[in-house]
């Protein structure tokens, strides 16, 4: 599935330091638009409460959603928080000024020899769907 998107793995797996934890599990999975079901690029906006407005956000609670650029319905990517009135938004924005990304994130999951143990941190990553570029979005723990 995600072959074409090499760099962004290799990426996220650096950026979570799966290099300093070779006893752990390191899964990535891109974000899917729920309705075409395919590797969409996403306009991304993340809800949060607190006042962090530069990316990436670190221990990041929240909620991360995409719109996806094919068929403009929202999916719910990624939440951790029952509350819904958060305060901030953020729309990450590449430097090429595009808002279409194709976001992904990695887990580290404790693991030995081969048993998926405690989640322990997430990455979310994003490429800009125009000139590839990537960046990190959020650290989640
Ligand atoms: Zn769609
Ligand atoms: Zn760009």
Avoid: W
């Avoid at 395919?38 to 809800?47: A, D, M, Q, S, V």
């Avoid at 939440?79 to 009135?85: A, F, I, L």
């Avoid at 590449?94 to 405690?118: H, V, W």
Wanted: aromatic letters at 8%; a negative charge.
């Amino acid at each position: 599935m995600t072959e074409q998107h090499s760099d962004l793995i290799r990426y996220a797996r650096e950026s979570i330091d799966s290099d300093k934890h070779e006893d752990d599990m390191h899964p990535f999975s891109l974000y899917v638009c729920e309705v075409c079901l395919k590797y969409t690029p996403l306009e991304i906006t993340l809800r949060f409460n607190t006042d962090q407005v530069l990316l990436p956000l670190n221990s990041f609670i929240g909620h991360i959603q995409g719109k996806c650029s094919s068929c403009g319905k929202t999916t719910l990517l990624m939440s951790n928080s029952d509350e819904d009135d958060t305060t901030s938004r953020i729309f990450p924005v590449c430097s090429c000024g595009s808002k279409q990304f194709i976001a992904g994130m990695c887990e580290r999951i404790q693991g030995e020899k081969g048993i998926p143990g405690l989640f322990e941190k997430r990455v979310i990553v994003a490429k800009c769907a125009r000139c590839s570029k990537i960046q990190t979005i959020a650290f989640t723990e």
